[in-house]
T-cell receptor, first 121, second 114 residues
Framework: GAGVSQSPRYKVAKRGQDVALRCDPI?????LFWYQQALGQGPEFLTY????????KSGLPSDRFFAERPEGSVSTLKIQRTQQEDSAVYLC???????????????????FGPGTRLTVL | GQNIDQPTEMTATEGAIVQINCTYQ??????LFWYQQHAGEAPTFLSY????GLEEKGRFSSFLSRSKGYSYLLLKELQMKDSASYLC???????????????FGKGTKLSVIP
């Protein structure tokens, strides 16, 4: 399909392990976002890319979290030395244009992937 | 920053109408979104409001009052498949490429009963 895909869909890690979560955005989408969604909560912003540039990482909870999008398409969210509080669903979203190109009033919908459910034991 | 409030749970009967409210307090505003999220699935876009008033799209309508910091999502002719969480999200005012994130409420879990 042509939607946002994420892998793996489920990941179980032992506390202290490193994990890498992958996002394949819709082809041609400029903007890519990562969100963390705890059980029963809404998604919380982690970081934002415009093409390969990481323009906002204000939502990353600690320096154990790292994201990259080296060629402006696929993105990887890496979590080092996982902790139990990292257990959540990690959602990736992409949108066609950046805010500047879309114009401030464009709704510029974000399309979400199915998420990766991370469980840290 | 943003603070977004919506009811945690609601129950409604198949065929009825339900209104899900959302209030927000924000330092900036550039649009309000409603998303639907079925359990274990990705959020899917329902509606967008940036100007005051009502936007209608089939069985779903969304209303915005910027002066009151208030929005609602109206679902008509409820169907069992409408049982899901409904997420209200506010987008910061655009002031540069870094401030484009959506801030979500905790979601309203809607249960549609026969």
């Amino acid at each position: 399909g042509a939607g946002v895909s994420q892998s793996p869909r489920y990941k179980v890690a032992k506390r202290g392990q490193d994990v890498a979560l992958r996002c394949d955005p819709i082809s041609g989408h400029v903007s890519l976002f990562w969100y963390q969604q705890a059980l029963g909560q809404g998604p919380e912003f982690l970081t934002y890319f415009q093409n390969e540039a990481q323009l906002d990482k204000s939502g990353l909870p600690s320096d154990r979290f790292f994201a990259e999008r080296p060629e402006g398409s696929v993105s990887t969210l890496k979590i080092q030395r996982t902790q139990q509080e990292d257990s959540a669903v990690y959602l990736c979203a992409s949108s066609l244009k950046s805010p500047g190109l879309a114009g401030g009033r464009s709704y510029n919908e974000q399309f979400f992937g199915p998420g990766t459910r991370l469980t840290v034991l | 920053g943003q603070n977004i409030d919506q009811p945690t749970e609601m129950t409604a009967t198949e065929g009825a109408i339900v209104q899900i409210n959302c209030t927000y307090q924000t330092s900036g505003f550039n649009g309000l979104f409603w998303y639907q999220q079925h359990a274990g699935e990705a959020p899917t876009f329902l509606s967008y409001n940036v100007l005051d008033g009502l936007e209608e799209k089939g069985r779903f309508s969304s209303f915005l009052s910027r002066s009151k910091g208030y929005s609602y999502l109206l679902l008509k002719e409820l169907q069992m498949k409408d049982s899901a969480s409904y997420l209200c999200a506010v987008r910061d005012a655009y002031s540069g490429a870094g401030s484009y994130q959506l801030t979500f409420g905790k979601g309203t879990k809607l249960s549609v009963i026969p």
